[in-house]
């Protein structure tokens, strides 16, 4: 018996028929606009999502900051544990007549935020950034709180202290600009 060779296959060419390019691209969902306005050029893409929206753009500074409120985190709080009569004495500019174990609560508590701080610095997450800010924010907010109510009932207003409530405001202000600016959306690309 002899074997006919079987005709050659015809092969469509889907590259070059722009109709039948359309119809598997809309069946696919590819190629139309999400809710977000991105296009999606393959159904990976869009299953997986678009890694650029999801990377941070960080204010500039932003981790130099973090990283000088780490370290000035960590010197308060070891000064703290460390020396907590002589730091009462350069804030209040009087000999501290109650016992140091407040003042080294409020070193542990300050070396607390600091391994906050430090965590901050090396995360690329927003949110755990975002929380790492408000945190030190809601610190120097209730410092300089706790700051002034401590020096109205003292009724003196060393140099110091003055210096500490401005540094205070100082830095709350940075801390509250940074997460401003780092929790607004980015423009689209």
Request: with cysteine; net charge positive; glycine share 6%.
């Amino acid at each position: 018996m002899a074997t006919k060779p079987h005709p050659p296959l015809m092969k469509k060419h889907s590259q070059t028929d722009l109709v039948s390019r359309l119809k598997t691209r809309k069946i696919l969902g590819v190629g139309g606009e999400d809710d977000d306005g991105e296009v999606h050029r393959s159904k990976i893409s869009q299953m997986l999502g678009n890694e650029i929206k999801f990377a941070v753009r960080e204010p500039v500074g932003l981790r130099l900051w973090i990283l000088f409120s780490a370290v000035v985190f960590t010197v308060m709080a070891l000064m703290a544990l460390a020396f907590p009569n002589q730091l009462y004495e350069v804030v209040f500019d009087q000999e501290q007549t109650v016992t140091s174990v407040s003042i080294r609560l409020y070193g542990g508590a300050i070396l607390s935020l600091s391994l906050i701080m430090w965590n901050g610095l090396y995360t690329a997450e927003k949110v755990i950034i975002q929380w790492t800010l408000l945190s030190e924010a809601c610190y120097f907010a209730i410092q300089f709180l706790v700051t002034s109510v401590t020096l109205v009932e003292l009724g003196s207003l060393p140099n110091a202290a003055i210096l500490l409530l401005l540094s205070r405001i100082f830095f709350l202000t940075v801390t509250l600009s940074y997460y401003y600016h780092l929790g607004r959306r980015p423009k689209k690309i």
